[in-house]
T-cell receptor, first 113, second 114 residues
Framework: GAGVSQTPSNKVTEKGKYVELRCDPI?????LYWYRQSLGQGPEFLIY????????DSGLPNDRFFAVRPEGSVSTLKIQRTERGDSAVYLC???????????FGPGTRLTVL | GENVEQHPSTLSVQEGDSAVIKCTYS??????FPWYKQELGKRPQLIID?????GEKKDQRIAVTLNKTAKHFSLHITETQPEDSAVYFC?????????????FGKGTKLSVIP
């Protein structure tokens, strides 16, 4: 079946702008995760959704970052007033349940100029 | 929170030799340990995983061992091939207070020399 998909694959924006990154999880997966991966590092946890609710947002770096999953499927990560330090690959993953295997999407490479 | 240490950061082996990557974790409540392979510019792909009620798991040329007492787990790749060249990440799943976040190591860049 189809895996996790993310759009756009690349996003270039200017400092101070607002961006939205989209994630389509595997159909039927109730758990959805966002991670951020900087060059040469492992993915770092941002937020975890179980269904429509954010069960754990402890990894969000500050209040410029926000994510939603209104219908329990597609999720959008929103970043306000982007800064150059936000440049990274943003990865989405989904799993059948919280304890299930997490399958990753291809990521969105965000570049803030 | 959980902390995962991974060694070595780079590893070069001759084709056909074995490769071993080691990780340690800090939180004894972690109970699931996946390994991901990531090729340049691609998504992390699960290659093997192990849960805390098992000490060893094998899948063809790949095996993972877990020592819960020492909070240590390792990836073993035998008969390495050039296509095994990639960055490998270990991770530990912390499942506390209703959250299920993976904490990753910093990765090991494996180069298999033909």
């Amino acid at each position: 079946g189809a895996g996790v998909s993310q759009t756009p694959s690349n996003k270039v924006t200017e400092k101070g702008k607002y961006v939205e990154l989209r994630c389509d999880p595997i159909s039927g997966h109730t758990a959805l995760y966002w991670y951020r991966q900087s060059l040469g590092q492992g993915p770092e946890f941002l937020i975890y959704f179980q269904g429509t609710g954010a069960a754990d947002d402890s990894g969000l770096p500050n209040d410029r970052f926000f994510a939603v999953r209104p219908e329990g499927s597609v999720s959008t990560l929103k970043i306000q007033r982007t800064e150059r330090g936000d440049s990274a690959v943003y990865l989405c993953a989904s799993s059948f349940s919280g304890l299930g295997t997490q399958y990753f999407g291809p990521g969105t490479r965000l570049t803030v100029l | 929170g959980e902390n995962v240490e991974q060694h070595p950061s780079t590893l070069s082996v001759q084709e056909g030799d074995s490769a071993v990557i080691k990780c340690t974790y800090s939180d004894s409540a972690s109970n699931y340990f996946p390994w991901y392979k990531q090729e340049l510019g691609k998504r992390p792909q699960l290659i093997i995983d192990i849960r805390s009620n098992v000490g060893e798991k094998k899948d063809q040329r790949i095996a993972v061992t877990l020592n819960k007492t020492a909070k240590h787990f390792s990836l073993h790749i035998t008969e390495t091939q050039p296509e095994d060249s990639a960055v490998y990440f270990c991770a530990a799943l912390y499942s506390g207070a209703g959250s299920y976040q993976l904490t990753f190591g910093k990765g090991t860049k494996l180069s298999v020399i033909p």
